[in-house]
């Protein structure tokens, strides 16, 4: 039988669900993302040091690309095996899970891959969701 996996996934969090033999399991993958509103460094539009302006905006893009790089890779390890993905979300988070996923040729070999857009769902949404997209 083939492990179906279905993720919902924005920036704060993806909801893995995986159905294999007729059973169910779901997991949650934290972000550690920095929101800009919460910046330690909010209103500082940079600093001086010696004769160089420093632009905290870059280091905080910079440092907020790597999160998410790294937090795109946690998901992807997890769902490592599935046969068949359906990525959801509200956000540009699961476009660029579908970017980092195509990207690895291990993580796309074989696998049947859809992408759409849906709202903020709560778990019990997210299972039925994915249920209903595979027809279980």
Known sequence: MKKQTGIW?????????????GKEFVCEVQSDLENK????????????????????????????K?????????????VDGSDELYLFGPAETKNKLQQKINEDKSAKAGKSLT??????????????????????
């Open 9 to 21: 996934i924005d920036s704060t969090k993806a909801v893995i669900v995986t159905l294999n033999d």
């Open 115 to 136: 992408v759409e857009t849906s709202d903020n769902m709560t778990s019990n949404q997210i299972v039925a969701k994915v249920k209903q997209f595979y027809n279980h």
């Open 66 to 78: 790597h999160q998410m790089n790294n937090f795109l890779k946690d998901v992807v390890s997890t």
């Open 37 to 64: 509103v919460y910046h330690d460094k909010e209103g500082d539009k940079g600093s001086f040091q010696g004769n160089q302006h420093i632009n905290s905006d870059k280091t905080f893009e910079e440092r907020r």
